[in-house]
């Protein structure tokens, strides 16, 4: 993979034939305990040093991706829009500095219904944030959810269920990776003989969780299931050389990993 552009909400990925955009969407401030040790036990004084804190605060980035085929883009995750911090929400800005007309995303896909991946369907001024929608690919187990979200609703019976395995396209394919939520999922985006992994919330805070994979989240809504996809995704892309992007990796929250020790590392690219 090569970067092809950048700016300070954007950057564009050459991959094959075809090309990624992680879009920053911005980032949200949450308390230390969120971040939890088998036995559910959060961390106090026994934070490891290497995790930095913002007035205390662990700091995570929101990012999107976008995957441009030359003729339409897939939009994995659409950011919150005005529905959480107002830290938040500054996906339009990234779409125009990185050149992306809105009028091309026909379809958007979510790696899971949180309302920090789903609210961006719907702009501030209450306007479609993608006109030319025509797929709306949610989850199958997590359909329920999307369509309990009263601000989307005119949106609830278009969402389709989307399961693992299932092509988007010629160069996407979804993977299951539940445990964060119900129906999770990852995206491996395939093109020139290079991957990319679009992995969600598989890691919310890299700086700990990659040398020590058994922390968890708070909102996890299985712990132990996120533990053990999270050891399996790591190792798939460890040991086939995927590039991965991340939604809460430090923005733009892409690059590689490998094997270290008992844990692994992260490289951005």
Same mark, same amino acid.
């Given at each position: 993979m090569e970067?092809?552009?950048?700016?300070?909400?954007?950057?564009?990925?050459?991959?094959?034939?075809?090309?990624?955009?992680?879009?920053?969407?911005?980032?949200?401030?949450?308390? !230390?305990?969120r971040l939890r040790q088998p036995g559910d036990k959060p961390f106090g004084d026994d934070l490891p040093s290497q995790v930095p804190l913002f007035d205390g605060a662990l700091r995570l980035s929101v990012n999107a991706f976008a995957v441009d085929d030359g003729h339409e883009i897939t939009l994995i995750d659409s950011g919150s829009s005005n529905a959480w911090h107002p830290t938040m929400g500054f996906l339009p800005q990234a779409l125009s500095e990185a050149r992306i007309a809105v009028d091309r995303i026909r379809t958007v896909a979510f790696t899971h219904t949180h309302l920090d991946h789903i609210h961006g369907l719907i702009l501030p001024d209450g306007r479609d944030g993608f006109p030319r929608l025509s797929s709306l690919l949610v989850p199958r187990a997590e359909l329920g959810m999307f369509r309990s979200e009263a601000r989307l609703r005119r949106f609830h019976d278009r969402a389709q269920p989307l399961d693992p395995g299932q092509r988007l396209s010629a160069h996407i394919e979804a993977v299951a990776a539940p445990g964060h939520e119900i129906g999770h999922?990852?995206?491996? !985006?395939?093109?020139?003989?290079?991957?990319?992994? !679009?992995?969600?919330?598989?890691?919310?805070?890299p700086s700990l969780q990659f040398e020590r994979p058994e922390v968890a989240w708070e909102f996890d809504a299985d712990q132990d299931q996120a533990r053990a996809t999270r050891l399996r995704i790591l190792a798939l892309a460890a040991d086939n050389a995927y590039c991965v992007a991340g939604a809460h990796l430090d923005s733009p929250g892409v690059g590689r990993v490998s094997r270290a020790q008992t844990g692994f590392r992260f490289e951005p690219l």
């Open positions: 970067r092809v552009s950048d700016g300070s909400f954007h950057a564009t990925y050459k991959i094959g034939d075809i090309k990624v955009t992680s879009l920053r969407d911005g980032y949200v401030d949450m308390p !230390v305990r999922t990852c995206f491996r !985006v395939t093109s020139g003989g290079e991957t990319l992994l !679009v992995w969600g919330d598989l890691v919310h805070a």
